[in-house]
């Protein structure tokens, strides 16, 4: 008889740990609490209006590639990628433009444009970066880390004598820095820090990784809006066998001497083999486990990710001075960090993200308009914040910022949905309104970050973006790919 294993959650890392799993010979039912998969990768229709209301650019396809491949489907015949070009535009505040590019031609044109003197540099620092991503992918990106047998007998042992290289030391601001004099240059790489939730003026240099993932791997638009890619994953986990019950909270993990031996959803008893989490875990440890009050105040102590205020806007109005990505920055980007993660307050003037999918799809907004997903990176909840005020107060600070920038939408918004930190704490589960998980603000995070399979609880396995190795839907799927190799492993 086939071994049992209860999924928790709808995410990308549950659902395509969920996929191997079924694939690998495993009886999975996967429990989602929403009536709707996909976790943050969600999706918004009103009227003529669609809209992600989660990820917008999708990196490292070839992730996503390897899935549909180890389950049988053939991706190109169920997706198309789109590569994204320009992968944004960026707005500084002296009104510069720039228009950035995976295209290497293009990008060194563009940073001339900007900056002559600067633009020599490009070709070193996307070196530099690449130099990290071959050191480190293999350890810190493909392997369950904190599986000691695994990173050595990977071969790894020289990657871990040259960590230095990998940069941890300096943050990613001071190895951009390295790079480029221009600080607008300086402020457009350190964004990337961000993309895994973090500060980059905290975080270490290794996170440059980033930059070579986009401008050397390339970003792409997943045809009809990232969400087609949840739909996708659906259909092969549902062809697949995986029994899912939709609505259906899991209320406890149940664990007896150390075993995992079910869950407790939606009142029912379930009993399982094992347990593929892929809510966040420190809010599982918090609300799904009974006992070990260590572990529960290890995982309380790590620090959340940014969260965000995202505005959904359906806009009567086309604006050609914007592209598909959009970025307008804010004048002190070291201020607007000090606020969101020194001191948890929201920023006075927060860096704006606009995100047009009507760009690529135009069915997405009524004819003549657009749909905008507006994102302002905020802090993680804590008890000083009232979200209901900030709504207002960042509507009119990013009306007023893109008027400045020449994009009056003032009077052009005729559909609107709001998330703050508050919405993604109750629609997803997530710790403290978190978007990517844990930081990556200290240099030892990467080991700080749960495991894929837990030590203490026999049985207990561990996706999504809270765990290793982080946020974003490569490193989630990655992160579902390693609990379930290590489940079949487990059964042997
Ligand atoms: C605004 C925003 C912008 C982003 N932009 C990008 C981007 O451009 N590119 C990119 O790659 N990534 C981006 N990300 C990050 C990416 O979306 C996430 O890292 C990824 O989708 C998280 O997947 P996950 O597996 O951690 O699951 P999650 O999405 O966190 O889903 C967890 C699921 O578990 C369910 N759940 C929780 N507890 C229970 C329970 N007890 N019982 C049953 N179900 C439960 C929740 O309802 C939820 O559906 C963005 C995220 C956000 C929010």
């Known amino acids: 008889m086939s071994k049992k294993v209860a999924v928790i959650g709808g995410g990308l890392g549950a659902l395509g740990g969920a996929i191997r ?5 495993f009886d999975v039912q996967l429990f989602e609490k929403n009536e709707k998969l996909g976790g943050k990768t969600n999706e918004v229709v009103s009227g003529s209006y669609r809209f992600d209301t989660g990820p917008s ?25 789109v590569p994204v070009d320009p992968i944004c535009r960026y707005f500084f505040p002296d009104g510069s433009i720039m228009d950035a590019s995976a295209d290497r031609e293009k990008m060194i044109d563009e940073i001339s444009k900007l900056s002559p003197e600067d633009a020599d540099s490009y070709d070193e620092f996307i070196s530099y970066c690449k130099d990290i991503y071959d050191l480190t992918a293999d350890v810190f990106l493909y392997t369950p880390i904190h599986e000691m047998d695994k990173v050595l007998k990977k071969g790894n042992l020289s990657t871990l004598f040259k960590l230095y290289k ?16 221009d600080p607008r240059l300086i402020q457009l790489f350190d964004r990337y820090a961000t993309y895994s939730g973090s500060d980059p003026f905290k975080a270490p240099a290794t996170l440059n990784i980033i930059c070579y993932v986009e401008y050397g791997l390339g970003g792409y638009y997943v045809k009809g809006g990232i969400y087609r890619l949840v739909e996708a994953l659906i259909n092969m986990a549902e062809e697949l066998g995986v029994e899912i019950y939709t609505s259906t909270k899991v209320d406890e993990i149940i664990v007896e001497n150390d075993f995992v031996s079910g869950v407790f959803a ?17 809010v599982t440890y918090n609300t799904l486990i009974k006992g070990y009050p260590v572990l529960k105040d290890k995982m309380n102590s790590l620090e959340p990710s ?45 860096t704006i993200y606009v995100s047009i999918t009507s760009k690529a799809d135009p069915e997405h907004a009524s004819s003549g308009g657009e749909n905008w997903f507006v994102l302002l990176n905020m802090p993680y909840i804590t008890d000083d914040q009232d979200w209901s005020l900030e709504i207002d107060r960042m509507r009119k600070k990013v009306l007023t910022k893109l008027t400045k920038t020449g994009i009056d939408i003032s009077n052009n918004i005729e559909f609107e949905k709001v998330y703050t930190p508050l ?37 207990l396995y561990f996706a999504g973006g809270s765990v290793h190795p982080g946020g974003g839907i490569p490193l989630v799927l990655l992160s579902g790919k390693m609990a379930a190799e290590l489940i079949g492993e487990d059964m042997e």
């Open 21 to 25: 799993l079924a694939c690998m010979g």
């Open 57 to 81: 650019l999708l990196t490292m396809d070839f992730v996503i590639d390897e899935l549909f491949d180890f389950a049988g489907f053939k991706r190109s015949e169920m997706l198309e990628f």
């Open 166 to 181: 990998m940069d941890p030391f300096r943050s990613v601001h001071q190895g951009v820095s390295r790079y480029f004099s």
């Open 266 to 282: 939606d009142g029912e008893r379930f009993d399982v083999d094992y347990v593929l989490c892929g809510a966040d875990a420190v």
């Open 306 to 350: 940014l969260s965000g205020i995202v505005f959904l806007w359906g806009i009567n109005k086309q604006n050609p001075e914007l592209k598909h990505h959009n970025i307008i920055f804010s004048k002190d980007y070291q201020e607007e960090f000090r606020q969101i993660f020194d001191k948890c307050e929201t920023p006075d003037d927060p």
């Open 423 to 459: 919405d993604f704490l109750n629609l997803y589960n997530s710790n403290k309104g978190s978007i990517y998980g844990i930081s990556s603000n200290s240099r030892m995070m990467a080991f700080k970050r749960h495991a894929n399979r837990s030590r203490q609880i026999k049985g």
